[in-house]
């Protein structure tokens, strides 16, 4: 079935350095979606894309939808404490328009 | 605060016991998503409705039941409890009109079984 995974699982990272992290599949899709959950938290919706090769974003985030559709990339510039956290992708895959699928998080620690 | 309410809060039960978790979307959304998060784990799909109908289904085990009434609300069921099912429950709403589908989310029930 359809899948994401996400890249790195976790990170350790010093306060004030820029954070890259990934989320691909092996098929295309039409929707991609980046959420951050606090722990015991619900997930917050951070930025949502909606076309191959869009730019957005959000304060210090920023999110690219892929050319080949197949995968989305977060970034967080000058990281600070309360971006602690995991980071979920999500996104809706082409061929089955009315499933949306999480990937499994990227936990992120910041060291003051 | 993402609009989607869910309640109780929190949840202390017995093992073979059943309780209902109650969730209300956000104004003007038709549809409810609920998810199963265990300790450490991702966000496993449970089940889907859209406008009081089931539109999809999960790794929904069939001891757990859902449904969506009339003025969109929505309650999940969950029967015969195993110290397993012990997890944050979360339900989501989105709007569900052509490609704008994000999900937002409620802050959660967590469920202890004992």
């Known amino acids: 079935g359809q899948q994401l995974n996400q890249s790195p699982q976790s990170m350790f990272i010093q306060e004030g350095e820029d954070v890259s992290m990934n989320c691909t599949s092996s098929?295309?899709?039409?929707?991609w979606l980046w959420y951050k959950q606090d722990p015991g938290e619900g997930p917050v919706l951070l930025i949502a894309?909606?076309?191959?090769?869009e730019l957005t974003s959000n304060g210090r985030l920023t999110a690219q939808f892929g050319i080949t559709r197949k995968d989305s990339f977060l970034n967080i510039s000058a990281s600070i404490p309360s971006d602690v956290g995991i980071y979920f992708c999500?996104?809706?895959?082409?061929?089955?328009?009315?499933?949306?699928?999480f990937g499994p998080g990227t936990s992120l620690s910041v060291i003051p | 605060d993402s609009g989607v309410t869910q309640t109780p809060k929190h949840l202390i039960t017995a093992t073979g016991q059943r309780v209902t978790l109650r969730c209300s979307p956000r104004?003007?959304?038709?549809?409810v998503y609920w998810y199963q998060q265990s300790l450490d784990q991702g966000l496993q799909f449970l089940i889907q409705?859209?406008?009081?109908?089931?539109?999809a289904k999960g790794n929904i085990l069939e001891r757990f039941s859902a449904q969506q009434f009339p003025d969109l609300h929505s309650e999940l069921n969950l029967s015969s409890l195993e110290l397993g099912d012990s997890a944050l429950y979360f339900c989501?709403?989105?709007?569900?009109?052509?490609?704008?589908?994000?999900?937002?989310f409620g802050p959660g029930t967590r469920l202890t079984v004992l």
């Open positions: 409705y859209y406008n009081g109908e089931e539109r």
């Open positions: 894309l909606y076309k191959a090769g």
């Open positions: 098929s295309i899709f039409n929707t």
């Open positions: 999500a996104g809706r895959p082409k061929t089955s328009y009315d499933k949306v699928i």
């Open positions: 104004s003007g959304d038709l549809s």
């Open positions: 989501a709403s989105s709007v569900e009109r052509g490609v704008y589908n994000e999900q937002f």
